[in-house]
C-alpha cells in the first residue's frame, strides 16, 4: 500500500503545488478576479484530487487483484488525500518565499475585498468590524506556518475526504474499470 499511497500523494500533491503556483501568479498579476480565487482555487484541489481515484483504482488492480473493500479504498483515498494536502501547503509557502511581496498584495487585495468594498457601498458597521477581524486572522495565519498548515489541511481535506469516499465506493464494483488482463494483475 505504501508506494501506492507514495505514488499517488506525491502526483496529486505535486499537481496541486503546481497549480498553487499558477493560480498565485496569476491572481498576483490580476489575470484572474479576486473574488474568484476560493472557486479557482477548489477547481485545483477536485483537478489533482483525481488522483484519490486512480490511487484507488491503482491498489485495486495491481494489489487486491481487481477487488477492493470500500474501508481499504478509503484508507488509501484519505492517505493520498493527506500526502496531497501536505504538499499543497508546501506549495503555498514556498510561493510566499520565493515571491515575498506576495503576502503584502495579497492582504492589501483581501483587504479591499472585504473592508474597503463594503464600506464605499454603504455596509453596517458591525460587518466592517468583522471584515477587519478576519483581515487580522489572515495576517496572523500567512505569519504562523504551523497555523497556516492547519488552515492548508481544513481546506483540502473535506475535499479529499468527498473525493475518497466517491472513489471508494466507486471501486468496489469489480465491473467498474475491471483489470484488462488479470495474469498482469
Known amino acids: 500500500m505504501t508506494k501506492t499511497v507514495l505514488t499517488f500523494g506525491i502526483l496529486s500533491g505535486l499537481i496541486i503545488a503546481a497549480l498553487v503556483w499558477t493560480t498565485a501568479t496569476l491572481a498576483d ?3 484572474i478576479a479576486f473574488e474568484r480565487l476560493d472557486i479557482v482555487g477548489y477547481a485545483s484541489m477536485l483537478i489533482a484530487l ?19 473493500t470500500f474501508w481499504k ?3 488509501v483515498g484519505f492517505l493520498i488525500s493527506l500526502i496531497s494536502a501536505f504538499l499543497y501547503w508546501g506549495g503555498a509557502i514556498s510561493y510566499g518565499i520565493v ?11 483581501f483587504t479591499d475585498l472585504k473592508v ?3 464600506a464605499e ?9 468583522k471584515a477587519k477581524s478576519e483581515v487580522e486572522m489572515m495576517q496572523t495565519l500567512f505569519k504562523n506556518p504551523v497555523l497556516f ?4 489541511l481544513m481546506e483540502m481535506l473535506p475535499v479529499g475526504i468527498v473525493v475518497t469516499l466517491i472513489s471508494a465506493a466507486l471501486m468496489r464494483r ?5 483489470v484488462q488482463d488479470p495474469s498482469v494483475a
Not at 498548515?149 to 492548508?152: I, K, T
Not at 469489480?174 to 475491471?178: A, D, K, M, Q, V
Open 29 to 31: 498579476r490580476d489575470a
Open 50 to 68: 483525481t488522483m484519490v481515484f486512480f490511487g484507488i483504482k491503482s491498489y485495486r488492480d495491481n494489489v487486491g487483484k481487481g477487488t477492493i
Open 73 to 75: 479504498g478509503v484508507q
Open 99 to 109: 515571491n515575498p511581496n506576495f503576502e503584502a498584495n495579497f492582504i492589501r487585495k
Open 116 to 118: 474597503n468594498k463594503p
Open 121 to 129: 457601498q454603504g455596509a453596517p458597521q458591525a460587518q466592517i468590524d
Open 149 to 152: 498548515f492547519l488552515v492548508c
Open 174 to 178: 469489480r465491473e467498474l474499470l475491471p
